[in-house]
């Protein structure tokens, strides 16, 4: 079975997801261009080479309805014979969409092929293609299907996650995104975005509040509470986990994902692809896996995504030198690493998307360019990336530096 080889990652900056951030006025299918079309130009890729394009995308509606992929790879200049399409694993989509490109080059059925990611929250906001399984009774109250930010405060109430705890570990994602950014390590991978007059739009990640503390956190009225109480969700979540007796609500703005706008592209390749086009491989897949979980709980499955994806690989927790895992929420990156013994030095070094974002279909092909760079800036090996996933789901992919 043919290798599947990362030879490149970029990606735009993550603007914020209100009508007054930078990126609103930037089309969707421009935004998811950007990227694309500077993977093309900085490795002088004769995109004609190319066998597909996937990226994900949660709302595939209005601005980024009509096979995104498909328009953002002719917007970028592509040869027209390059195909594209999109996929929605909510926010697992943009490293399931990489996951699949790996598949096809490892089945064999391509050599050269890019997947990524798109999310223009600012103009399509979550729930802009529907939430049928949270307002139909028929299926909510069998399935008791809960809001993500109603699962997080599970998690943080069965498993004994105080609020400074969740506060803590946000105030030293907002540091570690600052120290990253301050140190540019992010550098070769942003892709700055700019209007039709080449001026820059966004060349930063724009949310984030390096200044953050723990007593200001405290402030914030909890984001979830009026909500489980007024659409009885509360009431949902204690007969699915009846020992809680009851639900703590502690996740609010400050210690959950930012809203915001971003795309990005990962450059997959064979050995035969890379070599054809002039490329160097920079990390290889080791494995991926995708997995579903209790779907009231929802959030917890990165853990047992991440076992699989290990397994395949014939690794154990312990052999991975650095961890990358979306924080949805504070406590879903706190009960991962406690779940699989992981410590934090190795988890999210250069924060995460508390304090830079969470761009849904992007943010798995994001975090999987962050991991790439971040092992070669360390010349460390391998590095596990994760994602917890709506509904009860959950993707992880495993990668080793070449």
Known sequence: MPDAFILDAARTPRGRGKPDGSLHEVSPVELAATPLRAIAARNHLDTAQLDDVVLGCVEPAKDQSSVIARFAVLAAGYDQRVPGTQLNRFCGSGLEACNL????????????????????????????????????????????????????????????????????????????????????????????????????????????????????LGSLAPAFEKMGAMAGYDRVVIQAYPEIERLQYFHHAGNSSGIVDGAAAVLFGSAEGAKRAGLKPRARVRSFSAVGSEPTIMLTGPAESARIALKRAGMSPGDIDLYEINEAFAVVALYFMDNLGVPHEKTNVNGGAIAMGHPLGATGAIILGTAVDELERRGASTALVTLCVGGGMAVATVIERV
């Open 101 to 216: 490109v790996a598949a096809k080059i490892m089945a064999g059925m391509a050599d050269l092929a890019i997947g990524g990611g798109v999310e223009s929250m600012s103009r399509l906001p979550m729930g802009s293609s529907g939430a049928t399984p949270y307002v139909d009774p028929e299926l909510a109250q069998p399935l008791r299907a809960v809001p993500q930010g109603i699962s997080a405060d599970l998690i943080a109430t069965k498993y004994g996650y105080s609020r400074r705890t969740l506060d803590e570990y946000s105030v030293q994602s907002q540091r570690r995104a600052k120290a990253a950014w301050d140190s540019c390590h992010f550098k070769r991978a942003i892709v700055p975005v700019v209007d039709r007059n080449g001026l820059t739009v966004l060349d930063r990640d724009e949310i984030m509040r390096p200044d953050t503390t723990v007593e200001a």
